[in-house]
């Protein structure tokens, strides 16, 4: 093998020395492999309960009659919400929203269950802390949930004793009542929404760094670049073979982290495995081509790095999960536009929580194809100018090539 | 002390002389700061745009879609005749809710039953799904309130009577520290934050492993600084440099954002000194363990992300498993993130945080003690290398 592999240049010489080259260098290897594995257990570990459940608040009874009472049971028997603590004054209950230890107060005021007999409306008063959007909003929809469940027993005995049927009375009590339904993820399981969406964007970042990291080793210097066309016999089947290698490994760390995502967390496929094999497989290889490209660009390869870093590293807020790109102004519009992880991401939740039908599939895929095809051809383009290059400096390239050989 | 001074002078130095930590710190600062923030300007998502599926075609299923239309929420962009052709629409992500307002909507209505419309909210991506089903669900119960009163009315209630029977015990929700609901608002404090603590490990990583970080090496005058010399001189050039970008970026650019905050710009620098030092002290450890300015990069890039869903931002820490919160304790953000947030934008006094406050002295001190160890064993070993076996014995002396 070994043997064979020397005697004759070309893609698997440059394949199997890349191997080689990854068993010699351990912390690229486990940068590829234990890194975002590694990153991801944690990340599920991090989202394993699936849903935000029993968030605890506070509750100040200014009242304290059956009704509050019964106000602050229905509360507590919500899922969203836990009635953690309860305050004697606001100022207590303020302070324990500031040190982090609750996450709403809920008032209710002096003489409620009075007022509401006597027909005065008196307010409920729920402060919840939107600094965290989504935690303040949960526990909203706790109370939303219960208080009115509340208002609803009160209403049903004033129309009763107006004299009014109890089956008539309690139709009348919500006269448009909403059945929502929420469509591909019914019980908005943060699993399904955010984690399944987190993985693919780490893996982004790995790709491209790496990437660019393992490519500049060897494109660094016009010496090193020379060599590398020698191994490969030419630059073309050279920068496939050094490719090669990694699309493997990334494509087996991708398949392990779908595989915990659909056999243990339970992610549902909808739709086409096959095609969301396919996605898989152009994103992984649009970022190796996007990292090998900035690797050519960019002279020393820490710079291309850092580039790479600077475009995926903060890609998560771009790719609109989060917060969705319909609401984004143009210029994060047309960032996240260009960056593969976006159409990647579109391609997965079409493919696994909606089972989107197959003729509305291919538009994220196709755009993942052209992102393949244009960095191939820029990869292509730059390695041509480079060779060029130094085809036209050849007489005078032999002592600088040499030097920096050195250096 | 002066072997303190010529460390942290010669440290500072290397800062701007450096070009990849110039380009990390300074340049890598201004840049996120400008470019990060970008996807949740607008703050809120407005007009999601939702099909109505109109089977009753009456005046009151009209009002009703025109007051959907009219909320800040929603746009009804497509009036489609089937559930089945707008499902299509969802697919196509032209739009992400369907209402359904059922035949004889309004003959129910008028006939004092309850008349139940169907939302179907795409939930694919929560924020949608929570504005539709929000913006709807207020919409009918605003409409139904008004029928119910209407009716009431009609069998001779007492008109206020009527409205206290509708709603007889009104719940108002008061939204704290981000009164409009902004995503920026709740997303960009902590991840100022994280960016603080990221690009700062990266540019000491990238310190402790380029070359000249050997302040021994460097001394060209008088007696070269101790081990703790060196480590708390170049802490203390770190100090310097965040005094400088952590305000830009926690007072600053929050200001020019337009984010709303309540606290005072005092706490906030009295909290920021454990965390800058803590930060500091753990990329000295970044740098001592993968030796090499590469994979200190490569690594510190795919790391920050998890780090901000371990603070309990995103993802209330309740629902963290306890052994997992436990070790994120180690990170500085997770601390850095909820004390920053809590004093700058909730108001809270320093004694609110001053578990979190602690926790970083903490950190300094576990970090910059790891960092101390390092630094005398790398000189005991130099040293050993360079003078030979026979001076062992004296050389332990003078270390311990």
Redo the contacts between chains.
């Keep these: 093998m070994l043997a064979r592999r020397h005697l004759h240049p070309g893609f698997w010489l440059v394949f199997w020395r890349e191997i080689d080259w990854l068993r010699r260098r351990p912390?690229l290897l486990a940068?590829i492999t234990i890194?975002?594995i590694g990153?991801m257990a944690?990340?599920t570990?991090?989202?394993?309960?699936g849903?935000?459940?029993?968030?605890?608040i506070v509750v100040l009874d200014l009242d304290s009659s059956d009704l509050s009472r019964s106000i602050i049971r229905m509360v507590d028997a919500t899922p969203d919400t836990a009635v953690a603590v309860r305050v004697g004054e606001l100022a207590e209950g303020r302070?324990m929203?500031?040190?982090?230890k609750v996450?709403g107060l809920l008032m209710l005021p002096q003489n409620?269950e009075r007022d509401?007999f006597a027909?005065?409306?008196?307010?409920?008063?729920?402060?919840?802390?939107?600094?965290?959007?989504?935690?303040?909003?949960l526990t909203?929809r706790g109370?939303?949930a219960a208080?009115?469940t509340?208002?609803a027993g009160?209403?049903l005995s004033?129309?009763t004793a107006?004299g009014q049927p109890v089956e008539?009375a309690q139709?009348?009590?919500?006269?448009?009542?909403?059945?929502?339904?929420?469509?591909?993820?019914?019980t908005?399981n943060?699993v399904y929404?955010?984690l399944a969406a987190?993985l693919p964007?780490?893996l982004q970042?790995?790709v491209v760094?790496?990437s660019a990291?393992s490519v500049g080793m060897d494109v660094e210097t016009r010496y090193r670049l020379r060599i590398l066309g020698r191994l490969g016999g030419g630059l073309w089947p050279a920068m496939a073979g050094k490719l090669l290698p990694y699309t493997i490994i990334f494509l087996m760390v991708l398949g392990v982290s779908d595989a915990v995502l659909f056999s243990i967390l339970e992610l549902p496929l909808h739709g086409r495995g096959w095609l969301l094999d396919i996605a898989g497989f152009l994103f992984i290889l649009s970022c190796q081509l996007l990292g090998a490209l900035l690797a050519l660009l960019l002279k020393p390869?820490?710079?291309a790095?850092?580039i790479?870093?600077?475009l995926?590293?903060?890609a998560?807020?771009?790719m609109?999960?989060?917060?969705?790109?319909?609401?984004?102004?143009a210029?994060?519009y047309g960032?996240?536009a260009l960056l593969p992880g976006t159409w990647y991401l579109t391609a997965r939740?079409?493919q696994t929580?909606?089972g989107?039908?197959l003729d509305?599939s291919w538009k994220p895929i196709l755009v993942l194809l052209a992102f393949v095809v244009g960095f191939a051809g820029l990869v292509a383009v730059r390695l041509e100018r480079m060779r060029s290059n130094a085809v036209r400096d050849a007489g005078s390239t032999q002592a600088p090539a040499l030097s920096e050989a050195v250096s | 002390m002066s072997g303190l001074f010529a460390v942290f002078r010669s440290e500072f130095r290397r800062i701007f002389a450096l070009r990849p930590v110039f380009s990390v710190l300074i340049v890598g600062s201004a840049f996120y700061g400008l470019f990060y923030p970008q996807p949740y300007l607008n703050e809120a998502l407005r007009n999601v745009p939702i099909a109505i599926v109109d089977g009753d075609g009456t005046s009151v299923s009209r009002e009703l879609a025109r007051r959907i239309d009219a909320t800040s929420d929603i746009a009804v962009t497509m009036v489609l005749p089937d559930l089945v052709s707008a499902e299509r629409e969802v697919f196509a992500r032209k739009i992400f809710g369907i209402l359904v307002i059922p035949r004889n909507f309004e003959r129910d209505l008028l006939h004092g039953r309850a008349s139940p419309i169907a939302l179907y909210a795409d939930a694919s991506y929560f924020l949608v799904y929570q504005r539709v089903s929000g913006g709807v669900a207020a919409v009918a119960r605003t409409l139904g309130a008004e029928v119910e009163t209407a009716r009431l009315i009609g069998i001779g209630v007492d008109p206020v009577l009527a409205g206290a029977a509708s709603d007889p015990m009104q719940l108002t929700a008061v939204p704290l520290f981000n009164p409009q609901g902004g995503y920026a608002t709740y997303v960009l404090p902590g991840a100022f934050v994280l960016l603080l603590q990221q690009i700062l490990l990266m540019g000491v990583g990238l310190l402790g492993t380029l070359p000249g970080t050997d302040p021994v090496e460097n001394a060209t005058y008088g007696p070269p600084p101790g081990p703790f010399a060196t480590v708390a001189g170049k802490m203390l050039a770190y100090l310097l440099l965040e005094a400088v970008i952590l305000p830009l970026y926690l007072i600053a650019l929050p200001y020019f954002y337009g984010l709303p905050r309540l606290g005072g710009v005092i706490p906030v620098l009295v909290f920021a000194i454990p965390f800058v030092l803590s930060v500091s002290g753990l990329g000295l450890v970044v740098a001592a363990i993968f030796k090499r300015p590469l994979p200190v990069q490569l690594v510190l890039a795919t790391i920050g992300m998890p780090f901000f869903f371990l603070a309990g931002f995103a993802w209330p820490t309740e629902v963290i498993p306890p052994a997992v919160h436990e070790a994120s304790l180690l990170v500085p953000s997770t601390s850095a993130i909820n004390g920053f947030t809590r004093l700058a934008q909730l108001g809270a006094p320093l004694a609110d945080v001053r578990g979190e406050f602690l926790m970083l002295w903490e950190l300094t001190l576990f970090y910059g003690g790891i960092v101390w160890i390092l630094e005398v064993r790398r000189r005991r070993n130099a040293r050993r290398a360079a003078v030979g076996v026979s001076s062992r014995e004296p050389q332990i002396a003078r270390v311990v």
């Design positions: 912390f940068f890194v975002p990153l944690l990340l570990m991090i989202f394993s309960a849903l935000a459940t029993r968030l605890p302070g929203i500031l040190s982090g996450h409620l509401v027909g005065r409306r008196p307010e409920v008063v729920f402060f919840y802390n939107t600094q965290t959007l989504t935690i303040g909003n909203l109370v939303n208080v009115p509340a208002a009160i209403r004033l129309r107006q008539e139709a009348a009590l919500s006269p448009i009542p909403v059945q929502s339904h929420a469509l591909f993820n019914p908005l943060y929404f955010l987190i964007s780490l970042i790995v760094t790496a990291y390869t820490a710079s790095v850092s790479g870093t600077l995926t590293s903060p998560f807020g771009f609109g999960i989060g917060f969705p790109r319909l609401g984004m102004n210029f994060a960032f996240g939740i079409d929580i909606r989107t039908p509305l």
